[in-house]
């Protein structure tokens, strides 16, 4: 039930990122006073959203503070802040130490977007935070498990993009929504059935005219762009069956972003995936060294995908030595951050299992497939695979 839950609030919420567009009748020229369209800004501000990108976020928070200085009632800046403390959550979305300030900011934006759309019910820039800023909220109450708040807050997120569709012409920034909302429409009957009758209440989505959209977004926006790139490397990753083009997008964002550990353990990744092993190797050598060294952001969950591509590296050119290892590693991190049912876990503990039985240690291999039995749903691949294994060597 709470995947369903997850499915319906991905719908409801994810669609509302950084992007919305408030209503009118018909469409309306853009409007040249809008902040959002302010070439000058974007220019001034390019260097504090990249800092904010890069983890640099007292960079990034002082020169939001300088614009917040000099639009005072305008939402922009207050979200961004939002925006920064997002991030800092999206590398590990079980910390909540920066809920409340996350939510603080986000209650600013929408606070300051309302007032601007009670003096303007046209105002296409209000609708676009308000949306934005109350998708983001009811992604983060989805994840605290507070499905009421996350409820209202989708709902909220949906009327103000309602009072926006369709008019993409205005502004890349604005397409986004559009984007995930033609795409997810469709996505979500599809892998979750039993929510189709609710999402028969909306209008119906487009898969492929969503990812030419979202591809749109990632090429031309200013301020929505890389939150573009982040949904299309993973969709393209995950539901396209695209890694190599997974690849070439979370490559780029981390040699822009170096110091994002979301963007540099995505990349250990799908150089991991598309058997790019000696590389996959370096980049995951790189993961740990900034872990050890405390460096902000690296931690548990970067931790357990590095240490589980090494241990495939070394497993794969015959060193089970080092393989035994770095597959040993990941387990404690999965039993020290409580993520024995990740794959990661479960796969490091029926490769260690496989190391033992060729070193004829039978009961220690026995240990091992017996914990991934343990932490295992039954219908998963990796259970399946213990039994078979614990059968056929006799364990």
């Known amino acids: 039930m709470r995947h369903l839950f997850h499915g ?10 950084p992007e ?16 959002l369209l302010d070439k000058g800004l974007q220019y001034r501000i390019t260097k504090a959203i990249n800092s904010m990108y890069n983890f640099d976020f007292a960079t990034a928070e002082r020169d939001f503070a300088v614009i917040m200085y000099q639009y005072p009632d305008h939402p922009l800046p207050d979200f961004l802040m939002a925006l920064g403390y997002w991030w800092r959550i999206e590398i590990n979305v079980d910390n909540k130490r920066y809920d409340d300030i996350f939510i603080q900011y986000l209650d600013r934006a929408n606070a300051k977007a309302k007032k601007m759309l009670d003096q303007n019910p046209k105002n296409k ?83 492929k005219l969503g990812l030419t959209q979202l591809e749109k977004v990632a090429s031309n926006a200013f301020y929505t762009r890389v939150e573009a790139q982040y949904f299309l490397f993973r ?27 979301y963007f540099h353990r995505s990349y250990a990744r799908y150089l991991y995936t598309t058997g790019k092993w000696t590389q996959a190797m370096e980049e995951s050598l790189a993961i740990l060294d900034r872990i050890e060294q405390k460096q902000f952001g690296y931690e548990a969950t970067s931790g357990r995908y590095a240490s589980f591509y090494l241990g495939e590296y070394f497993y794969r050119i015959g060193n089970l030595i080092e393989a035994k290892r770095y597959y040993s590693k990941t387990v404690i991190i999965g039993e020290e951050s409580e993520t024995q049912e990740s794959g990661y876990y479960l796969y490091s503990l029926i490769s260690l299992g496989k190391i033992a039985t060729f070193e004829k240690n039978k009961p220690l291999a026995k240990t091992y497939f017996n914990q991934v039995k343990k932490y295992a749903k039954r219908k998963h691949p990796a259970h399946q ?9 006799k364990l």
């Open 385 to 393: 695979e213990a039994r078979d294994f614990i059968k056929k060597n």
């Open 8 to 17: 319906l609030l991905l719908f409801l919420c994810l669609v509302f990122i």
């Open 20 to 35: 919305a567009k408030a209503q009118s009748p018909e469409p309306a020229p853009a409007n040249s006073s809008y902040l």
């Open 125 to 207: 820039e209000a609708a676009f935070f308000l949306a934005a800023g109350y998708g983001f909220q009811g992604r983060l109450y989805s994840e605290r498990k507070s499905w009421t708040k996350a409820t209202f807050a989708g709902k909220n997120a949906l009327n103000y993009m309602e009072m926006s569709r369709g008019e993409e012409e205005f502004n890349p920034e604005l397409l986004l929504g559009d984007a995930l909302f033609n795409y997810f429409s469709i996505w979500i009957p599809e892998n979750y059935p039993l929510l189709k009758p609710v999402l028969a209440l909306f209008p119906k989505g487009n898969k």
């Open 235 to 261: 969709l393209y990753g995950s539901e396209e069956n695209r890694p190599q083009d997974a690849l070439r997008i979370v490559e780029y964002l981390h040699e822009k972003f170096p110091n994002n550990p």
